[in-house]
């Protein structure tokens, strides 16, 4: 997979894409698994957007609002899940080696997006290290 072009698509979807020019975009590095059936399991990793300055992918409703004549802020009710974007699924057991193997170039690509800019492609232009995180499930 071209995970600069799936993040760029996502970004766009987002509404964030711009702001990924400046350092200041926020997003997480997620994994989840669960059963498929008996005796069958899959992990998924991907990128979930955890910026407030973002909008829903579908929608394009924003994440928060001011409400009107008030200075608080509300966040919209989003499912979490309707916010990531699968980039890998492994048909596999949840076990040390599939990190170290299989699953091993899509972290490693993430630890590489929050450390170093992503040059200018034909994807889009030059994205800023993000302000990333770990996430632990993807739901």
Known sequence: MDYKKALCLLLK???LHHLAETP???LA???DGAD???GRTHVSSGVKIVNEKGVHPVTKQPFIVNNVGD???EFIKVQSLELCCIMMIADATDSKDLYEDVLKDF???GKQIQCRWIPESENGPKLQPVNGTGNGTMT
Do not use: T
Request: charged residues 20%; proline residues 0%; aromatic residues 16%.
């Open 13 to 15: 979807a987002c509404n």
């Open 24 to 26: 200041s975009v926020k």
């Open 29 to 31: 590095i997620s994994v």
């Open 36 to 38: 498929l059936f008996k």
């Open 71 to 73: 200075d608080q802020i």
């Open 107 to 109: 972290y490693d690509w």
